[in-house]
Each structure stands twice: as structure tokens, then as C-alpha cells.
């Protein structure tokens, strides 16, 4: 009965509480969408990150890792790839090789990060190839082909067909000179690396450096994102001589980003929940103080503290578990429908795609998330009925009843 | 005779103001069942502040309060409550019932507070809003009932929990005069067949002319107690 007595007086006063119920739902529904938005995004840019840049496993001399100098090559790659492509969980693996200078052109010059790479394996492992937005790829026709990023074209003011200079040290230390012919303009998602890498035949960059087969890096793209730890302890007993590192280990900021990921959540949802708090306390003390005639009566004829307490303790937890699910059914829903379609930031995400985001996005929340959500509203909605409860139980029944 | 309420040299002093007020002053009250009394006396005699500490709902600062045998003077908030539940009933003179509850579920509630079983609820509950004329009421909300109607539930809900006795301060104060004479039937006629122990305050003659005992109050202290 008291369950029934508390739920009815719920409402008594219907906007009041449709009023609670609906923050309560609008600020989970946001919250939840919030969330999800951002987890999307990351995750759209993680997914990104690995598919075009870091594939899921590289592989390095163990000097190179710290100063990237050209003389760390790795040995005997040819049979490392042979190895590494007899593994049937690796997608693709290409080679590179790698060398850090300049590049100049009739008017300005830049530091870039020169990528000599094997074209067909390559666009396998990042699908390079699909970015091309003028020119063409590379392949094995013509003199020095270059690829460039559209800003840096821009930044030196060169066009197709233009010569740029490569300007590096080979092996031995020496500043070697070579001029190339821009082949290609490409343009990622994240400008700020497009400015900084430049791709070249590794055949042109090896012979530049006058050493044969010149390789820094390995690459390799799997076909589970799961399978990352154990083919990497796989390599690591064939070549324990190698630096091998996962996507996680070559960019920790991602990793980062995915491990905070749910303090961020709960932080977030905590702000919330915060603010929320202080509408429930605010309507149910309403409650409490406009019914102190009542509640005297209630004590007179013979309700306990502990009764009166727990039944404004449910009038608060039923506001709470009317609006929190409410919100996360339509946070869910919201989700579900913009994660399928899809958000386009576009109007507004200039600055985000210097950074590599994507300008659709698409909002995404693990359904593991639901349940730790509800009982935080629960939680709070219990947390924020304790003081007006407990107002209502500092009445005494004798001053209650003789106040108008 | 079996005593009821018994009451010696009640005194209460209200100190909230810095003049304290001395609202009861040594007052001696005996009650026997199946007294049906009535408590007059002027606005500010000290009738309600009485009637709350005889109900339990008050402390004195003086005397000592027996009901039926048990000693409540010194009883903490939480024990009254329960003392409350299982020995007294209340009418108010306002905000008696329940509003989110009808009229049958407001006086079942007090059972059900006294973890009564559903055949016994079910049984007094439907009995007694018989009794005070409210069989085609039941399911009626207070708001939907007229103020004589309310108070009449007031009352099946006061003998609902079977109690000692049934404390009613100023029940018709805001009932015209036919409601109010009805009502003072309804309690005279159960006071009779139930043998229900009444005490009730009121200013109005025609109500005290219902009573078969009339104490009297002025300034806190009995002025006069007279049986008819
Ligand atoms: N809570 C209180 N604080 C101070 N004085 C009070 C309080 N309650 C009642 N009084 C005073 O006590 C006296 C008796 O009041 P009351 O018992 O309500 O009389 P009645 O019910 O006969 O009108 C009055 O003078 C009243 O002002
Ligand atoms: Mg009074």
C-alpha cells in the first residue's frame, strides 16, 4: 500500500513531476548520445588511424625506433616478408623504406618524412592508392615519381609533372641530392600528416642511398584486430632481433583515449547526474514541505519513521526509474539510428579534420554501458531523496497537525 | 469500571517565546470505557494541547499519562508511534484521509499498518464504512466527498485499528449543522455498540448536548466536570 500510496503521489502534482522525469530523461538521453558521439568519433579515427597509417604491427632495427637514422635497415627482409606472409592471420605486409630531409621546390623548401615503398603492397596494407585526388599513383613506368599531399603542394606551390628536390643523408652520412617529378597529389584526413610524408619507389630512395633493398620498415596489416598480441609474440620468436611494435605501443595516445574512455564516461555522466540532483532535491523537499499537515497525520495515526521515510524514498526512485530509462531507451534508439546513418560534422569540422577526424560520424555505445548507467541514476535519485526524506521524518506530529 | 485514560496534574508549558505559556495547568482527567465525553471551553483554553498529550502525540511537562494501564509520559517519539497505531484513534478537524487514497483504502491502511490479513481487512473495512453510512462511497476519493462525508470515513478509519478509545479534536468545526449533528450520531451510535470510548473537543451546543459527560476548560485548568 505504501508503494501504491507513493507512486500516486507522484501525481498529485503531474507537470512537477513530469518536469523531474523529463530532465531526468533529457539529461541521460544527452548524456548517453554525448557519449556515444564521441566514442564514435574516436573510434572512426582509430579505425582510420590503423586501416591507412600505422597498420597493426610494424617492424624495425631496434636502433631506429629512437633516431629513425637511415643506417638502421633491417637485414634479410626479403625472408622476413616470405615469413611474415605465410602467417594466415596477416591481411597484408609491405616494406618500406624510410629517410627523413627535405624537399624543396623552385620557391620554398619543407622537412618531410620520404616513404620509398613497394606500390601494389602498399596500397594493400593503407590503401594509399584511393587517395590519390590528382595525378596518378605510383608504379614502375617512369623516371622518379613522387607523391605529395595536396598542402604540401599548396605550401611549395608546385603542380603535377613539376620537379622537387629530395635533399637526405644515405647510409655513410653523406647529403645526398635527387630530383623527382610529382607523379600524384593526395590528400588523408589528416592534413597535418600529409604535409609531413612524402612516397617515393623504394627502388628510386634504395639506390639513392646506394645500398640494395633498403628496408626500415615493416609493415603489416591483420585481418582481426583481435589477432594484434598474438602474431606479435609469434615474430617476436622468429626475429628477436627486431623491434616490433602494435598499433597501441607505435601511437599511446590512442590507447590512451581507449582506456580513459570510460572514466571520461562516468565523469561525464557524473556531471549530469550532478546537476540533476539538485532538481530532485529541490521538487521532492517541495514535496515534503507542502505535505507537512499530512505527514503529521500519517504519524498520528500511527506511521512509522522508517514507513514514511522509505515511502518518499520511493516517490523519489520512481521519478528516477520513469525518466532514466526513458532517456536511455531513446539515447539507445538515437544512437542506433545515427550510428547507421551516420552525422555529418562537416559544417563545423574543419578543424577537427587537421587532425585526422572524420566528417561523418557515427555515434556508437557499447550496450555494456546501459546497465552501469541506470543504476548510477537509481543511485543518485536515492542519494538525492535521503535529505528530504529525512526532513519529512524531523517532523513532530503535534506541530504538524496545528500548522496551516 | 475499567479505567482508559488516566491522567494526573497534567501540565504543559509551550517556552518558544519568551514569555512561556502555560496552556494546560495541573489538570486531572479519569476516563472509563465507554464514556462518550465531551472537552469545551473558550479558543485557547487549552483543549487540543490536552487532547494531544492524552493521544500521545505530545509530552507534558508535568504529571504523567496512563492509558489503559501503560505508562506513556515518558515514552520515546518512536514507541508512541506505535502506541499510537494499536491504542488510539484520531479525528482531526482538517486533512484527515489520505487524498491519493478512496475511502475504503484509506481506512484499511491503519490495518495494514497493523499487518492485519486481507480477510480481516476486507471484513471491518467494508463493516465499519457501513456503519457510518459510506457502503456506496467506497471507492471514492476524499476529494470527490463532501466534508461531512470525509469525516465520516475519518471515523470508520479511527475504529479501524480497534483501539481504547477514539480522540476527536473539534471533528465538526468546519461542518454545517446537519453534517455535524450526523456525525455525532454516527459516534454515539458506536460508541454504543462497540462500546467505544469517545473524547472529543468542540465549541458547538448542540454537539456538546450529544455528550453524555461535559469538562470544561478555562485557562488550562478544569472548571468544571459534569456527567448527565
Ligand atoms: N506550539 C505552541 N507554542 C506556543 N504556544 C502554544 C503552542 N500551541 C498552543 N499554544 C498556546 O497554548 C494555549 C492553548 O492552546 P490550545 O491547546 O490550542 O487551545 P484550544 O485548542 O483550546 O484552542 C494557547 O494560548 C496557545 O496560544
Ligand atoms: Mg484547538
Known amino acids: 500500500m505504501i508503494a501504491i500510496v507513493a507512486w500516486r503521489n507522484i501525481w498529485r502534482h503531474k507537470i512537477r513531476s513530469l518536469v523531474v522525469i523529463l530532465s531526468i530523461t533529457v539529461g541521460l538521453w544527452a548524456g548517453v548520445f554525448m557519449i556515444a558521439f564521441s566514442w564514435g568519433m574516436y573510434k572512426q579515427y582509430i579505425r582510420e588511424t590503423v586501416d591507412t ?23 634479410n627482409n626479403l625472408s622476413m616478408m616470405d615469413d611474415i606472409r605465410k602467417d594466415d592471420r596477416v591481411k597484408a605486409a609491405t616494406a618500406r623504406t624510410v629517410s627523413t630531409g627535405m624537399i624543396s621546390s623552385p620557391t620554398t623548401a619543407s622537412g618531410v618524412t620520404i616513404n620509398g615503398i613497394f606500390p601494389e603492397e602498399e596500397n594493400n596494407v593503407t590503401k594509399l592508392a584511393s587517395r590519390i585526388v590528382a595525378g596518378k599513383y605510383l608504379d614502375s613506368a617512369g623516371r622518379s615519381p613522387v607523391l605529395i599531399g595536396k598542402k604540401l603542394a599548396v605550401k611549395l606551390k608546385v603542380n603535377l609533372k613539376n620537379k622537387i628536390i629530395l635533399t637526405f643523408q644515405d647510409t655513410t652520412g653523406e647529403i645526398v641530392a635527387g630530383a623527382f617529378r610529382v607523379a600524384g597529389i593526395y590528400q588523408s584526413k589528416n592534413t597535418t600528416l600529409d604535409e609531413m610524408n612524402v612516397y617515393v619507389r623504394s627502388s628510386d630512395l634504395s639506390q639513392l642511398l646506394k645500398v640494395e633493398n633498403a628496408v626500415h620498415e615493416i609493415a603489416i596489416l591483420l585481418k582481426d584486430d583481435s589477432n594484434v598480441d598474438g602474431v606479435k609474440e609469434k615474430l617476436k620468436e622468429k626475429f628477436p632481433d627486431v623491434a616490433i611494435k602494435t598499433w597501441k605501443e607505435l601511437a599511446p595516445e590512442l590507447e590512451l583515449v581507449i582506456n580513459s574512455f570510460n572514466e571520461y564516461m562516468y565523469i561525464f555522466v557524473g556531471i549530469i547526474l550532478l546537476a540533476l540532483t539538485f532538481g530532485i532535491i529541490n521538487t521532492m523537499l517541495m514535496a515534503v514541505l507542502e505535505r507537512v499537515r499530512e505527514i503529521g497525520m500519517l504519524m498520528a495515526i500511527g506511521m512509522s519513521r522508517v514507513r514514511i521515510f522509505f515511502m518518499i524514498m520511493l ?87 496545528r500548522k496551516i | 469500571m475499567e479505567v482508559v485514560i488516566d491522567a494526573h496534574n497534567i501540565t504543559k508549558v509551550y517556552n518558544e517565546k519568551s514569555i512561556p505559556v502555560n496552556a494546560v495547568n495541573g489538570v486531572h482527567l479519569h476516563l472509563e470505557r465507554g464514556e462518550f465525553t465531551a472537552l469545551v471551553g473558550p479558543s485557547g483554553s487549552g483543549k487540543t494541547t490536552l487532547l494531544n498529550i492524552i493521544g500521545g502525540l505530545d509530552h507534558v511537562s508535568e504529571g504523567q499519562v496512563i492509558i489503559n494501564g501503560t505508562d506513556i509520559t515518558n515514552m520515546s517519539d518512536n514507541k508512541l508511534i506505535d502506541f499510537r497505531l494499536n491504542n488510539i484513534g484520531f479525528v482531526f478537524q482538517s486533512y484527515n484521509l489520505i487524498p491519493v487514497l478512496t475511502a475504503k483504502e484509506n481506512v484499511e491502511f491503519v ?82 455498540e462497540e462500546n467505544m470510548t469517545f473524547i472529543f473537543s468542540t465549541h458547538d451546543q448542540r454537539v456538546i448536548d450529544k455528550a453524555r459527560r461535559v469538562i470544561t476548560l478555562v485557562d488550562g485548568k478544569v472548571a468544571s466536570d459534569e456527567k448527565r
Open chain 1, 315 to 401: 516517490e523519489t526512485i520512481y521519478l528516477a526509474l520513469v525518466g532514466g530509462p526513458l532517456g536511455l531507451l531513446i539515447g539507445y534508439f538515437s544512437v542506433k539510428w545515427t550510428g547507421s546513418a551516420g552525422i555529418n560534422i562537416s559544417m563545423y569540422s574543419e578543424g577537427l579534420a587537421a587532425w585526422g577526424f572524420s566528417s561523418i560520424v557515427y555515434p556508437e555505445l557499447d550496450s555494456s554501458y546501459y546497465l552501469p548507467l541506470t543504476l548510477m541514476t537509481v543511485f543518485t535519485a536515492v542519494l538525492s531523496a535521503i535529505y528530504p526524506a529525512i526532513r519529512a521524518l524531523r517532523l513532530k506530529p503535534a506541530e504538524a497537525i
Open chain 1, 53 to 75: 597509417q600505422l597498420s597493426h604491427l610494424q617492424l624495425h632495427h631496434p636502433g631506429f625506433e629512437d633516431d629513425r637514422e637511415v643506417k638502421y635497415l633491417l637485414a
Open chain 2, 111 to 192: 490495518m495494514l499498518l497493523q499487518k492485519k490479513s486481507k480477510a480481516e481487512r476486507e471484513k471491518r473495512v467494508l463493516e465499519l464504512l457501513r456503519e457510518v453510512g459510506l457502503e456506496d462511497k467506497v471507492n471514492i476519493r476524499p476529494s470527490e466527498l463532501s466534508g461531512g462525508q470525509q469525516q465520516r470515513v475519518a471515523v470508520a478509519r479511527a475504529l479501524a485499528s480497534k483501539p481504547q478509545f477514539v480522540l476527536a479534536d473539534e471533528p465538526t468545526a468546519n461542518l454545517d449543522s446537519k453534517s455535524a449533528s450526523n456525525l455525532l450520531d454516527i459516534m454515539a451510535r458506536l460508541n454504543k
